[in-house]
Structure formats: C-alpha cells, structure tokens
C-alpha cells in the first residue's frame, strides 16, 4: 500500500501553494430604484491582479466612480451605476476568465431582499440575470463552489494524503475520513452561521500543524511506535477535521451565503467539498493500489530492505511542505 505515487503527489504539492483556485466575486446590490452598488473582487497577489474585468449590461450607466484598493489576497473595488429598466433579462459577463484557474461568483440583491448567485468560469462567462430567484441555481452554485473549493485546496488534500498513509485497511481508511467529514461540517456548518467566530490566519497556520503531526506519526508508525494516533486515527482525524471546517468555511464567508437559502447553499456547499473529497480518495486508493503491486513485483525481490522507503519518503515530503506553510503563515502575522 505504500507506493512511490506519494513521493510524485508531495513533490507536486511542494510547487503550489494552497488554495490557488480563488474564486473572483462581484456582488450587485439594488439600492434604488434601478439603481445599483458594485463590489468586484479578483484574486491578487501584493499589488498583481489578475486580470480579469465584469462587463455590466450597456445601459448601465456610472453614478458613482470606481475606487480600489488591494487588501489581503484580493483587489476590491467599488462603485454605483444606473440602468433605466432595471438589469432582469438583461446579460452580465466577466472577460478574461482563465481557464482551470479560476471561477466567478456572481450574487445579486433586489430591494426585496432576495438574492440570485450565479457561478461564472471560463466555458461559460455570461448569464442573463434573472427576474426572481431561482432555488437550483442557487443549489448548483455553491454545489460548483464546493467541488472546486476542495480540489483547489491543497493544503486539505494533503491532510487527507497523510491520513491515508499513516491508516491501514480498508475499513479503517473509511472510518477515519468519515469521522474527518462529520467534524469539518460541524464546524463548516457553526462558523458560517455565525455560531463561532476564528480569525482566519490562526486557523489556516492550524491546519498546517495538524498535516505536520500527522506526518511525524507517519514516521513513528513507520518505526513501530503504536501511539493513540495510530491505534484511534478517527479521533485525530476529527480533532484536526475541526480546524478544516472553520477553513472552509473561511472561504465560503468571502463569498456569502443568499439570505433566502442559507440552509440549502449551506448543504450542496458541503456536497460539493464531500465529493470532491470523495474523487481524490478513490484517484489516490486506485493509484495505489496500482503502484504498490509494482513495487512489490519489480524493486521487493531485489531490495528487500526497501519496503519502508515510499512510506517515510512521502512523509518527509509531506511533513517538510506543512512546515514551510506553518512557518509562512506564521510569518505572516507580523508582516
């Protein structure tokens, strides 16, 4: 079960950073009778953004300038517009979209309160907005959201890489991700409704501590040592599952939820991230099975000694990476 494939996964990681896949934002609220307040947010690193622009409905016309400013991981700006008519039926797009990079969440408010989100991406850049809301635009939205969200998030990919690792059996691989998801959707579900509140940058230096330790138990196990981690990794799995809901949901508060459907952009938010979870899983197991097979055929017979060397290789990796983002986030603090 320990195949070079997690050498190949954890130098891959060592190249990206985490959470690379951010989603842009525009939010377009109705103030006025046809009068509308832009916010617009696009992924940015420092002072470089990426480039990429709303196109409003042509009728719309500046009432108030555009004002931005860089904050955080993000430029933001804002402004105010008009359109004689009202924007339902009428098209909003994005250009520039890249492909496989990003995705834009669109979120229209109405006087009424109401709210419609659309999700944006590089196949499809446009969409005609809406006259009411629509239930199941809202469900595939934040189902999209969430998929994209948890293949995007490296650092929660490589949490689960490492729980499967240190688990042996089928059985017990199942019961340790499912403890991991209950707990993360406990929190998910807790801090998006407000329930509790965690500065993101603590939670996000957390979670790299948590893939560190469980790479250090990787080592342990590897050495013999039958510690809690290893005898009970469901409750670790959900002690750390914990700190991964308030990350995701840390990205779910950048975009908000629809006042109308929260519970149900709340639910197909977390079907997503469960499926996403859930195709990694299989990729990973299918692969390994694969590659384990090959290892015990082609390298065992000629090197038996050589049995361990996927299992620590990979857990150096893993845990050598969690400590660069552990420090980096760390770092950032006081920067």
């Known amino acids: 079960m320990r195949a070079a494939v997690w050498l190949l996964l954890a130098i891959g990681v060592s190249q990206a950073q985490a959470h690379d896949m951010r989603p842009a934002y525009l939010a377009i609220t109705e103030t006025g009778q046809d009068v509308y307040s832009i916010l617009w947010k696009a992924p940015a690193m420092g002072e470089m953004r990426l480039a990429i622009y709303p196109r409003l409905p042509q009728d719309a016309v500046e009432i108030v300038a555009p004002e931005g400013v860089f904050l955080d991981d993000a430029y933001v700006e804002r402004w105010t517009v008009r359109d004689a008519g009202g924007f339902a039926g009428q098209t909003i797009a994005i250009d520039g979209v890249p492909a496989a990079r990003t995705d834009v969440l669109v979120r229209i408010e109405r006087l009424s309160g109401e709210t ?82 965690v500065p993101g940058a603590p939670v996000e230096a957390a979670i790299a501590l948590s893939i560190a330790l469980v790479a250090v138990e990787i080592v342990n196990s590897a050495s013999g040592r039958q510690n809690l981690t290893v005898r009970l990794p469901w409750l670790v799995a959900f002690a750390f599952g914990l700190l991964h809901g308030l990350g995701f949901a840390g990205a779910l508060s950048k975009v908000g939820l629809p006042s109308h459907a929260i519970p149900l952009a709340l639910l197909f938010f977390n079907v997503g991230v469960e499926l996403g979870q859930l195709l990694f899983i299989g990729t990973v197991l299918g692969l390994l099975a694969i590659l384990s097979r090959l290892w015990m055929v082609f390298v065992i017979p000629k090197a038996p000694w050589s049995r361990a060397w996927p299992q620590l290789g990979a857990a150096y990796c893993i845990g050598g990476v969690a400590s660069f983002w552990l420090i980096e986030r760390v770092s950032a603090f006081w920067a």
């Not at 690792?165 to 017990?172: D, K």
């Not at 499912?178 to 509790?196: P, R």
Request: proline share 2%; net charge neutral.
């Open 116 to 197: 419609s989100t659309t999700r944006l991406t590089a196949d499809s850049p446009s969409f005609e907005v809406p006259a009411a809301t629509g239930l199941a635009q809202v469900a595939a939205s934040y189902f999209g959201l969430g998929v994209e969200h948890i293949l995007g998030g490296i650092d929660h990919l490589l949490f689960i890489l490492a729980l499967i690792l240190l688990v042996r059996g089928w059985r017990r691989i199942a019961l340790t991700v499912t403890a991991f998801t209950v707990a993360h959707s406990i929190t998910l579900a807790a801090a998006t409704l407000g329930f509790v509140h």
